[in-house]
């Protein structure tokens, strides 16, 4: 089990450049979610997926877009990028009416 | 809306003494769960201890506890015997009504342990 993988782990964009942050996950989880860290202001919920076909927004939405392709797959995509997206991201998943929320090792996405 | 407090930004404990991070929380929610996470330098987040809100015992997992004061809504992690490796930030989270699995965080702590 690789459990919750992203990819890329670093990128670089510029100002006004679109990219799409990835996450899968291998453990038949029902909800994903997307967080952002910040320095000292702990993870913040961007956006979530309770299940296949559905998403929510959660505390911080404005300037993503997220998609639930799969049960398997949740992508967050940045249309426009700002430097205040610069931040790390956190993809995380759960099994219904379970407990622990497994995260992914985070992107480091710098916006310049 | 659900809030959670962690009003210490940095602790330095000897180690193999005992530490007790602080996190109050608040929610209009009957029932809700209580969790910390340990975020080493190396940037992953690790899930230490669950505490649901009508658990009557506090939670327990190896050298880490979970000292839960209902009335006071404060849900304290407690490490005994430190080692070196605690050395990392520690969040305190929430989630409120079954069903609604989205977390809340504080802010963090910073635990350095010093040999």
């Known amino acids: 089990n690789a459990g919750v993988t992203q990819t890329p782990k670093f990128q670089v964009l510029k100002t006004g450049q679109s990219m799409t942050l990835q996450c899968a996950q291998d453990m038949n989880h029902n909800s994903m979610y997307w967080y952002r860290q910040d320095p000292g202001m702990g993870l913040r919920l961007i956006y979530y997926s309770a299940s296949e076909g559905t998403t929510d927004k959660g505390e911080v939405p404005n300037g993503y877009n997220v998609s639930r392709l799969n049960k398997r797959e949740f992508s967050l995509r940045l249309e426009s990028a700002a430097p205040s997206q610069t931040s790390v991201y956190f993809c995380?998943?759960?099994?219904?009416?379970?407990?622990?929320?497994?995260f992914g090792p985070g992107t480091r996405l710098t916006v310049l | 809306a659900q809030k959670i407090t962690q009003t210490q930004p940095g602790m330095f404990v000897q180690e193999k003494e005992a530490v007790t991070l602080d996190c109050t929380y608040d929610t209009s929610d009957q029932s809700y769960g209580l969790f910390w996470y340990k975020q080493p330098s190396s940037g992953e987040m690790i899930f230490l201890i669950y505490q649901g809100s009508y658990d009557e015992q506090n939670a327990t997992e190896g050298r880490y506890s979970l000292n839960f004061q209902k009335a006071r809504k404060s849900a304290n992690l407690v490490i005994s015997a430190s080692q070196l490796g605690d050395s990392a930030m520690y969040f305190c989270?929430?989630?409120?009504?079954?069903?609604?699995?989205?977390?809340?965080f504080g802010t963090g702590t910073r635990l350095t342990i010093i040999p």
């Open positions: 995380a998943s759960t099994r219904k009416g379970g407990v622990e929320q497994f």
């Open positions: 989270a929430m989630r409120g009504n079954f069903g609604n699995e989205k977390l809340t």
